[in-house]
């Protein structure tokens, strides 16, 4: 269910349009993004407020087509209620069209068709208790059918912490949001999220502890051959790429590559 028109959301966004109207544009910060075919322009300007004592930074993102190498004509305007601004211009898909995908709420989506200016916001009710996952960064699968995203969100309202993980989102129908949830989560920990490798399979980095000579994960050893293997500085930090099948089933999650991290 799409929480743009509840009461709730209404109230949140005119107190963040209050807080960008009666704010100081930072123009001098403005950042320019062109898309990968150079066909449109992201610009994004930091307003700063004051609450409780602090300062503060809220977003806005303007989208341009181009016309002569030269910003052209408006698409949308965008308002984020956070001073990150996280997107990705998917161009050119199987339907011929131009896509953007971020969000005007941290913890919601907007996608935008680039082409005739059509624009979906939705905001799930997790929101409401600040528990929704909120999209940070954008993998799409070979075929354009699936959407990896990495992002965040806390498992319980209590929580102060945040997870970070990456969930598979099918991509067929752009402008039909929510987007149906694919697969299995990434909700181990990794360093970095590589991308995917095809179709099935998304790749990974993990930074470990791992014995020299047998490189075994030190910390699946046994207590007495870990502190062993502490005691006696027989580890290293290994930088390893792990091959995660997106859709799950019988197939295991499996080592692919390996190196020696050094900083």
Not at 7 to 19: H, P, Q, S, V
Not at 153 to 161: G, I, M, Q
Not at 202 to 223: N, Q
Not at 227 to 250: A, D, L, Q, S, T
Request: proline content about 3%; charged content about 35%; glycine content about 6%.
């Amino acid at each position: 269910m799409n929480n743009i028109s509840e009461r709730w959301y209404k109230t949140r966004r005119r107190d963040i349009e209050d807080k960008i109207d009666n704010g100081e544009m930072l123009s001098n910060k403005r950042k320019q993004y062109e898309s990968p075919l150079k066909k449109y322009i992201l610009s994004i300007t930091p307003v700063a407020f004051k609450e409780d004592q602090r300062y503060w930074a809220f977003c806005i993102g303007k989208l341009y087509k181009k016309t002569k190498n030269k910003t052209g004509k408006l698409i949308a305007t965008i308002h984020r209620n956070s001073d990150k601004f996280p997107f990705a211009f998917f161009e050119n898909q199987e339907d011929g069209k131009d896509y953007f995908v971020g969000g005007e709420d941290y913890q919601g989506q907007t996608i935008i068709c680039l082409n005739d200016g059509s624009r979906v916001d939705f905001i799930g009710e997790k929101a409401k208790r600040n528990m929704e996952f909120c999209w940070q960064k954008f993998h799409i699968s070979p075929n354009s059918k699936i959407l990896a995203v990495e992002g965040y969100a806390r498992n319980k309202h209590s929580e102060v912490t945040e997870y970070r993980g990456i969930r598979f989102f099918n991509f067929e129908n752009k402008m039909e949001l929510p987007y149906e949830e694919f697969g299995n989560r990434i909700s181990f920990h990794y360093d970095e999220a590589i991308g995917w490798e095809d179709e099935s399979h998304f790749l990974v980095s993990v930074i470990e502890d791992r014995r020299k000579g047998d490189l075994e994960r030190v910390r699946d050893l046994p207590k007495k051959e870990r502190m062993k293997c502490y005691e006696e500085n027989n580890f290293g930090r290994r930088n390893i790429v792990y091959r995660v099948p997106v859709e799950g089933g019988e197939e295991d999650i499996k080592e692919v590559y390996s190196e020696w991290f050094t900083t």
